[in-house]
C-alpha cells in the first residue's frame, strides 16, 4: 500500500513504439519501491490516470503530430480542480527519419501536460533531453527491430522517472 505507481501509456500502430514503452518499463523496474502499468491508452482507465504519481506517454510521429489516438487520451484527462497537477510527465517518440516531427512531437505532449500543471522530466542522457526518440524508418535503422542505442534512451527515462518519483514522495 502507498508504493507510488508510474502509468505508461502509449499507441503503437506498427509495435516500434510499444518496443520503446516495455524499454521505458524495464528502465522503471530498476528502482525499488515504484510500481508501473504499462497499457496502450485506449485501455487506459480514468482512475488510473488520477492514480499515477507519474505518466510517461509514448507515441509515433504521423505527419509530424502525434497520433490521433493520443491526443484523444490527453483530451480524455480531468482538468477541473487541476488534479494531475504535481504529477511527473515524460515522454517518448517513434518517428519514421530524422527532423521530421520527432521533436514536435515530443513538445506537442509537453506542452499538453504542463497546461495539466504536470512537472516535466526529459531522460537520464543528453541525447534525450526531450525525452526518449527513436528513428525507426531511415537509412540503417529501416526495416529492423529498434536499434539499442534508442532503446537505452527509453530505459534511462522510465529509470529516472521511477526515481524521482520515489524521491519526491519521501518529500512530501
Ligand atoms: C500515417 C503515417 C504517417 C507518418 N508520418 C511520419 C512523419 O511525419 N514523420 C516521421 O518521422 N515518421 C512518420 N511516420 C512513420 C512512423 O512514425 C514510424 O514508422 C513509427 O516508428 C511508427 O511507430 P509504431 O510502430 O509504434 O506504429 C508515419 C507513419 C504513418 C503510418
Do not use: C
Not at 524495464?26 to 487506459?44: A, F, L, P
Not at 490527453?74 to 530524422?98: C, E, Q, Y
Not at 527515462?157 to 514522495?169: P, S
Amino acid at each position: 500500500q502507498d508504493v507510488p505507481s508510474v502509468l505508461i501509456a502509449y499507441y503503437s500502430g506498427s509495435g516500434n513504439t510499444q518496443t520503446m514503452a516495455e524499454a521505458v518499463a524495464s528502465g522503471v523496474e530498476q528502482v525499488e519501491h515504484v510500481n508501473y502499468t504499462i497499457k496502450r491508452v485506449d485501455e487506459v482507465s480514468p482512475e488510473e490516470v488520477l492514480n499515477a504519481s507519474a505518466i510517461i506517454l509514448g507515441s509515433p510521429v504521423y505527419n509530424a503530430n502525434m497520433a490521433p489516438e493520443v491526443q484523444e487520451f490527453i483530451n480524455s484527462w480531468p482538468f477541473a480542480g487541476r488534479p494531475l497537477k504535481d504529477k511527473i510527465g515524460a515522454v517518448f517518440v517513434t518517428g519514421g527519419g530524422f527532423s521530421i516531427g520527432e521533436e514536435s512531437v515530443m513538445f506537442g505532449m509537453i506542452r499538453a501536460m504542463l497546461v495539466h500543471g504536470m512537472l516535466i522530466l526529459g531522460g537520464a542522457e543528453t541525447e534525450a533531453a526531450f525525452g526518449a526518440s527513436a528513428i525507426t524508418g531511415e537509412g540503417e535503422f529501416a526495416g529492423k527491430a529498434v536499434n539499442p542505442l534508442f532503446v537505452k534512451k527509453a530505459e534511462g527515462l522510465g529509470k529516472r522517472v521511477a526515481e524521482w518519483v520515489v524521491t519526491l514522495k519521501k518529500e512530501r
